[in-house]
């Protein structure tokens, strides 16, 4: 997991070593995530990492000026 922050924009991005999508049965977990990312106007980043596992990144506004900067993954 890693947290990076700037002035404007949070950053939060959790990666595992497990067998990415392809072991995960059907919910609503990661719509919902979204839901609530892109709510307050942010977005949010989910997938197969190339070396194996999942990752999801997470970029929060933290103003009102939105989202200037790009997390790093």
Request: charged share 20%; proline share 5%; hydrophobic share 40%.
């Amino acid at each position: 997991m890693s947290l990076d922050y700037g002035p404007e924009v949070l950053c939060i991005v959790v990666r595992d070593q497990g067998p990415g999508a392809a072991g995960v049965a059907g919910g609503f977990g990661l719509a919902g995530m979204r839901e609530r990312v892109e709510a307050v106007g942010g977005s949010l980043t989910t997938g197969d990492r190339p070396d194996g596992g999942f990752m999801v990144a997470a970029e929060l506004p933290l103003g009102t000026a939105g989202r200037l900067e790009r997390c790093s993954r």
